[in-house]
């Protein structure tokens, strides 16, 4: 048997879906069903011993996904349910791979990006805060303060003094 009957894998079933399909329209078949079917299942077994996406590949995958949709309105269900993860087990994954949560990941990436859009390209807290995915100043500037300790103006303020 090949080792990935053998052991406990997870199927991600949207790989396998066409072939499945395409075993049920064979009912319709009159000549050649027998054929065709053990065809389909070669197939279905070749997929199946396909090496597995590893661990790290779901981290990486979500890593890139959150760094190019930072400023855009992200589940971590929908991010989970996309790479065929429940969202408890890919959150988990995810923390034992980065050392934090998807969602704390994604919030530390945009108060990057907004420092670097503040101090580096003069936007005011308001557009830095739209353009990394707030939906509005204060719950931008919550974050920020709970991140950095000083709010978006005061940390601007302060740079400011360092490059003076």
């Known amino acids: ?41 070669y197939q279905l077994l070749a997929r199946l011993t396909e090496k597995q996406q590893g661990e790290e590949d779901y981290v990486e995958r979500a890593k890139t996904y959150l760094e190019s949709n930072y400023m855009r309105e992200i589940s971590i269900v929908e991010l989970a349910e996309q790479m ?29 990006k907004a420092c670097e859009l503040m101090v580096e390209h003069g936007c005011a807290p308001g557009e830095a805060a739209l353009s990394t995915g707030y939906p509005d100043i204060f719950s931008f500037s919550r974050m920020f303060k709970r991140k950095f300790g000083v709010s978006p103006r005061e940390y601007l303020r302060q740079n400011r003094e360092k490059t003076e």
């Open 84 to 112: 065929n993860l429940n969202r408890s087990y890919f959150s988990t994954l995810f923390r034992r791979k980065t050392g934090r949560s998807p969602q704390q990941y994604l919030t530390d990436y945009r108060m990057e």
């Open 1 to 41: 048997l090949p080792d990935c009957l053998t052991r406990e894998y997870v199927v991600n079933a949207s790989r396998c879906g066409s072939i499945f399909s395409s075993m049920l329209e064979a009912g319709e078949m009159e000549d050649g069903r027998e054929l065709y079917l053990c065809g389909k299942i």
